[in-house]
């Protein structure tokens, strides 16, 4: 297993422990890194309030394919892929992390982040589950 960001074993990293890796793309509020022991990708995204909360969700796709879709309506696909990675799978994560999780939820009055924003008001537009985000690479 990579001792570095744990790649065969998980798929999201909180802002609790991220690990530290090299950015190699930034866009808008988003950016690829990848880690310098075992090569995965991941895409970083810092959440409010004040942007303080960074989350990872392992990006299984090519550094191409974040150019390309980066372009598109300023990232906006990325965005809204990454949120419903995280809404879709926090709770698989450990009791620490999920606890942390649950403290940012708070901390942004359990309504502007991408697990419990009211989907009525804020629509996604190219991303409703995580797995839609096919049509694009
Ligand atoms: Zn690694």
């Not at 808008?28 to 309030?49: A, F, K, M």
């Not at 990454?82 to 999780?101: C, D, M, P, T, Y």
């Amino acid at each position: 297993m990579c001792r570095t960001c744990e790649s065969e074993n998980r798929e999201i990293w909180t802002y609790l422990n991220l690990p530290n890796l090299p950015d190699i793309k930034v866009a808008n509020w988003v950016s690829l890194e990848q880690c310098h022991d075992c090569e995965t990708l991941w895409c970083e995204i810092p959440y409010e309030p004040y942007a303080s909360f960074k989350f990872l969700v392992k990006w299984p796709y090519t550094l191409e394919d974040f150019n390309s879709i980066s372009k598109i309506e300023d990232s906006l696909i990325l965005h809204e892929w990454h949120g419903s990675f995280i809404r879709e799978n926090w709770q698989s994560l450990s009791r620490k992390e999920v606890a942390a999780i649950n403290t940012w939820r708070e901390r942004t009055y359990m309504n502007h982040n991408p697990i419990d924003r009211n989907s009525a008001e804020h629509p996604a537009k190219y991303i409703l589950c995580a797995d839609d985000i096919r049509q694009y690479v």
